[in-house]
């Protein structure tokens, strides 16, 4: 059996705009916290952006507020200017059925025009923290009447350095109030807030074992660093976008790559700190309105962006860590559409794709980037279905007459056809020919482990088929040393008949001796006399170990086992 709205008891009123705003059935954070805050009660909720939570917060606050009261009866604290609109404004969609009235107030808008509406009379108030505090300085926001508060995107106010702005406003409301708290994330600073302000709060966690959106698919692309902007253009080529946000690391970076994929015939612009407010809005307002559909930014500039129907997000450069990954792909695959998310991972970036994955609980795909073959194929197909499309049409007796004068030349029809297409396709741009690197999955460490075991191979094989007693005139000259580079002792310290091995743990890890006897004997299988001298440096060892099991050693040694909780890796000392 589905549950409804109206099984929440909502007032008629907000049922009609919720019918009108073709709300079906409630998401299940809207499904846990509407009957908790109806009753009252404060409340934590762990949701990523786009799963409903603006009505999961807004219903109840304008069920249990009551219109004419002529003064502030509702708060919403949301960390961003567009975040506190775009909250505002699907506020005053779900109120437009009663006479609430619902502002928004944030910077880069006039002080006068905020004024003159909160001394007209407003209900319910969402803004930036900074614009609250401005007015609440200047007399103008009263808030001693304000029952029903809400923190949005708190992980997000409290990373952009609002905390005491937001501790400030919690301070001027009255303790009699309601409480409910929003966030993607649960870092301890939100956590730390919620147990000072918040009483006996029910705690709702939307999935608790993926924090990504399960509407999300999640890929990845093994890449160079140079070849990141070739990747992404393939992909813009292959795939349907329809509108995109990429993330840079830096300012300067998103700039840069905005500039270059209008150069490569993408029309994208850059979003960042240092763009004006005013800037800043005419960017916005060509995205949304797909003018451009591409919009390069930085996390910090897109926080509390909320922008319905992006179908991509693209990870230029890797996320810092997973709570930063959660933010970025929440983005995408909201309302039950489908969304994309592509990371490029460089050769260096192999440990914080692992980071993401543990933390989001969920493997990203690995996936092939397109070749020239593939992206010239999907622009023939692109081109037929027009083609296709304008044939069905009809209406073309004025072409038509210029085919019959064509005909009347010495060129036959498939010419004739061909020089059109070309003529209506002169516009695509250029493929590119640049051939993008293919990354190998193996680590570096890896494939050097790899060659270390060759090399021991390849030794220990020319060994078996030297003669007992002979060496060749080079050997002879180099001492040996040709064919057993790790038996000079002057170069290396070891003893005869040792290799002498480097380990990636030293003693700022805690190592000890007896540590690494038994990591190397006990994990690899060799007896504890096979290994010789050790030393033991600040970050690092140096480990001698018997000829004949070197070559085990080092199969073994691919961070598979461990010595004081840190993955052990050996190779051949240089």
Sequence with gaps: MSFAFENFGLDSRLLQAVKELGYDQPTPIQLQAIPVLLSGRDMVGQAQTGTGKTAAFALPMLQKIEPGQKHVQALVMAPTRELAIQVAEATRQM????????????????????????????DVVVGTPGRMIDLINQKKLDLSHVRYLVLDEADEMLEMGFIE????????????????????????????????????????????????????????????????????TRLLEIEEVKSALIFARTKVRTQELADELNRCGYPAESLHGDLNQSRRETVLGRFRSGTVTLLVATDVAARGLDIDDISHVFNFDIPQDGED??????????????GIAVTFVTPKERRGLGFIETYTKQPLKECRLPGREEIQARRDEIFMQKLTAQLGKGKITRERAL?????????????????????????????????????????????????????VEQIASSKKDRKPGRSSARDEKSGGAAAQPWLNKRQHG??????????????????????IVGAIASEVGIPGKAIGEIDIRLDHTFVDVAEKHVRQ??????????????????????
């Design 553 to 574: 050693v080092l199969k073994e040694s691919t961070g598979k086992y461990f010595l004081r909780g840190k993955a052990v890796m050996l190779k051949l000392a240089n």
């Design 95 to 122: 109120a437009s059925a009663s006479p609430l009235k619902v502002m928004a107030i944030y910077g880069g808008q006039s002080y006068t025009i905020q004024t003159r509406q909160l001394e007209r009379g407003v």
């Design 494 to 515: 070891s003893e005869a008949g040792m290799v002498r091995l480097m380990m990636s743990l030293g003693s700022e890890h805690g190592v000890r001796p007896g540590d």
């Design 325 to 338: 990954y959660v933010h970025r792909i929440g983005r995408t695959g909201r309302a039950g559409r489908k």
């Design 403 to 455: 085919i019959a004068r064509l005909e009347e030349t010495s060129f036959d029809l498939v010419e004739i056809a061909a020089a059109a297409i070309r003529m209506a396709r002169a516009g695509e741009v250029e493929l590119a020919m640049d051939e993008i690197v293919e990354v190998s999955a193996e680590s570096k460490q890896a494939r050097l482990q790899r060659r270390d075991v060759m090399l």
């Design 165 to 232: 702005d937001v501790e400030t406003i919690l301070k001027q409301v009255p303790e009699e109030r309601q409480v409910a708290l929003f966030s993607a994330t649960m870092p301890e600073a939100v956590r730390k807030l919620s147990a000072k302000y918040l009483k006996d709060p029910f705690r709702v966690r939307i999935d608790p074992t993926h924090l990504t959106v399960a509407e999300t698919e999640q890929r990845y692309y093994r890449v160079r660093e140079d070849d990141k902007l070739a990747a992404l």
